[in-house]
Nanobody, 121 residues
Framework: QVQLVEAGGGLVQPGGSLRLSCSAS????????MGWFRQAPGKERELVAT???????NYADSVKGRFTISRDNGKNTMYLQMNSLKAEDTAVYYC???????????????WGRGTQVTVSS
């Protein structure tokens, strides 16, 4: 079992910045990658960014150039640095882990409870 706890959300003005963190505890033997999802009110949950054990990253087109995902394997912690925030970034942001099942393929397993990010003037 893996427990995930997000932190760092809050209220910011457009153009501002926030850094989210996700701390993992428990058994991490089957955690090979991690990712950030977000869900705005009335909308489906969407993938924001992912990072693998070797540091490979991917981003949704909507956040490229503004968000940076990183991971500290020694601390079992993942981060999401969010810059140039827009109103449409308002959502609950969730941390998630994944297990590698075959080369280049992952299976999502655990969810965090989420942290609220609100971007408003």
């Amino acid at each position: 079992q893996v427990q995930l706890v997000e932190a760092g959300g809050g209220l910011v003005q457009p153009g501002g910045s926030l850094r989210l963190s996700c701390s993992a505890s428990g058994s991490i033997f089957n955690v090979d990658a991690m990712g950030w999802f977000r869900q705005a009110p009335g909308k489906e949950r969407e993938l924001v960014a992912t990072i693998t054990l070797d540091g490979s990253t991917n981003y949704a087109d909507s956040v490229k150039g503004r968000f940076t995902i990183s991971r500290d394997n020694g601390k079992n912690t993942m981060y999401l640095q969010m810059n140039s925030l827009k109103a449409e970034d308002t959502a609950v942001y969730y941390c998630r882990t994944a297990q590698k099942i075959v080369y280049g393929s992952y299976q999502w397993n655990y969810w965090g409870r989420g942290t609220q990010v609100t971007v408003s003037s």
